[in-house]
């Protein structure tokens, strides 16, 4: 890839670009999933902005923090550069209702989130056995807030454990 832009440096949709361009290798061995075209392409902004469908500046502009761009280019971007994860950071940081609602998650290695998801299911049998007792009389009495809350904690530690794992197979196993 030619000249970095250092304004843009901690930009995650320059970021995300300037690793689909040096085509990173997916983790489980294969090769990067971009052809050799689509990534000498992404290297330049100019090439990018093209088969992204928007124009140069557009796109300088987002990755220079001065604008933010549009959900559908977000989406684009997300899979022109195999990268799952822009749609995720864009919802929980960017977008106004996500920012409330929706968890941010980071990709690490299989072997990393595999255990992230076992350990967050391990507690699964008590957790259900604490809900059966708390809906029991189908209401939640103050007594039993703490538990219930500590449940949702856990549930709230399950998705984002598993949406992680579900991003990190999206961007390294090409499904046939």
């Given at each position: ?74 989406k ?8 799952p994860?822009?749609?995720n ?28 998801v ?38 709230e ?20």
């Open positions: 890839m030619g000249k970095k832009a250092t304004k843009a440096v901690d930009n995650m949709y320059y970021l995300a670009r300037c690793e689909a361009a040096e085509g990173v290798a997916l983790e489980n061995g294969d090769a990067s999933p971009l052809p050799e075209k689509v990534r000498a392409a992404l290297s330049s902004r100019e090439k990018a902005a093209e088969l992204l469908g928007i124009d140069r500046t557009r796109l300088a502009r987002i990755e220079l923090d001065t604008i933010s761009p549009y959900p559908e280019e977000v684009t971007m997300a899979e022109v550069y195999n990268t994860e822009l749609c950071a864009y919802c929980a940081r960017e977008c106004p209702i996500g920012r409330d609602s929706v968890p941010e998650v980071t990709i690490d290695g299989f072997d990393r989130l595999a255990l992230k076992l350990g967050s299911l391990k507690d699964i049998d008590s957790l259900r056995a604490s809900l059966i007792a708390i809906s029991e009389d189908g209401v939640i009495d103050e007594s039993e807030q703490p538990a219930f809350h500590k449940i949702l904690d856990s549930l530690k399950i998705s984002t454990n598993a949406k992680a794992l579900q991003l990190w197979a999206i961007k390294n196993i090409q499904m046939k």
